[in-house]
């Protein structure tokens, strides 16, 4: 899947305001960067020679790689319950990166079992960033998550016809395929956390991890401190 690039799908906002401490002069690592939207929308502030987009879909680093051939493009062929049904199963070996700046990875985790995140954070810590920024789903009972949960409910109501109601679920995370509970390949597979259960299991591989809200978007995002 090539993510469409319109005005609802720029992040550079985004980024900017969650990372404003990047400069042209710093390595950037967009994990789940598809063909590149974060720097096709950024107009030239992301410096093409030093970012480094890694994702799944070996369409988009296709076309990223073609539509910015400064920039370094990597194929994760990981399997994915959404995004990558063909491919390989963990432990991963993954790319050989020196060190990143920055860590962005928007839209990912919302799509991702819980080891899978911890292995990926693992890796994130091999990088020595300064700063890793990501987004998730969570079911924390605030405003901000009732209105995310919400819109993925009646989402699958309006495909599907009905949906298990999954927007009062309690758990520390719970996953869906389509419109039922479950792991596995399907169209539309999300993973939804509360964020405490997310900051205890990084805690437990020695990262600090706080939640943040941006400015008038609902969909928090993990700002993660990996440690020594």
């Known amino acids: 899947m090539i993510h469409p690039r319109n005005e609802s799908t720029n992040r550079y906002p985004l980024f900017n305001e969650l990372i404003p401490e990047y400069t042209f002069d710093n390595t950037l690592l967009d994990y789940g960067g598809s063909s590149g939207n974060l720097i096709y929308f950024s107009n030239g502030a992301i410096n093409e020679s030093k ?36 491919g390989k199963f963990g432990p991963h070996i993954w790319p050989t990166l020196s060190h990143q700046d920055f860590i962005w ?15 990926t954070f693992l890796w ?9 920024i990501v987004s998730y789903l969570c079911n924390d009972g605030d405003d901000n998550a009732n209105k995310v949960l919400n819109y ?18 309690k758990e520390d995370y719970f996953y869906l395929i389509n419109n039922e509970y479950n792991t596995g390949n399907g169209d539309e597979f999300i993973a939804v956390y509360k964020t405490e259960f997310l900051i205890e299991n990084l805690k437990k591989h020695g990262m600090n991890a706080t939640k ?5 978007y609902p969909i928090p995002f993990l700002s993660v401190d990996l440690g020594e």
């Open 51 to 86: 970012y480094t987009c890694v994702d799944v879909v070996k369409d988009a680093i296709s076309a990223g790689q073609s539509e910015f051939p400064d920039g370094n493009f990597i194929h994760l062929n990981r399997y994915n319950e959404m995004y990558n049904h063909e």
């Open 105 to 119: 990875s928007y839209s990912v985790f919302s799509h991702t079992v819980i080891e899978d995140i911890i292995e």
């Open 124 to 132: 994130f810590k091999s990088l020595s960033p300064k700063k890793v």
């Open 152 to 169: 993925f409910y009646n989402k699958r109501v309006n495909k599907y016809g009905s949906c298990v109601d999954f927007r009062n679920n």
């Open 212 to 216: 943040i809200y941006t400015n008038n």
